[in-house]
């Protein structure tokens, strides 16, 4: 847990002395400096971001700019990096420590998102989240796994929210790219 939690302060710290890295041109001048292992890298913040609890979005942007020639790529290793991460919080989050952090801080969100899932559109509810692009998708995987909702269920919510909420992100800001940019 004193690993993430620092991990958390450091990026935390990082976005307040640097807001501008955390930005989709900030992540992805980063992206750039790898060349040769572009994809490699993309990939892994992908899944290694969901241990930080900072959204997706910013990296899929990021993506976008970064590989205006190929959305279907970007949207490929965006979704696969969103599953992994999805299911690693699902199955770990009381050894990453997440536990402690959401009861302490938020008890009656987490109980209304609990209720939410034991119910029988509890399914929809997760696809739904999973594609409001203003809430924390890392928050009902918690949910969802501390619950023990049905692991296919919940992966298949979280794969129709978030590729339809990608998609979006993934297409219209190539149209954008290709069809608004600067001559």
Known sequence: MGIWLSVIVAGVTASFAYPQALTPQGIAGFLTRFQGQIWLVYLAISVLRGFTLLPSTPLVIAGTLLFPGQPWSVLGVSIFGILISSTMIYFFSDVLGFTAYFENRKPELIHRIKRRLEHPTGFA???????????????????AGV???????????????????????????????NNVGPA
């Open 147 to 177: 619950t023990r909702m049905n692991y296919l269920l919940f992966i298949l919510a979280i794969f129709i929210g978030e590729l339809i909420l990608c998609s979006a992100y993934i297409f219209f800001g190539n149209y954008l790219i």
């Open 125 to 143: 509810f997760v696809a739904g989240w999973a594609f409001f692009p203003l809430v924390p998708t890392d928050l009902v995987c918690y949910v």
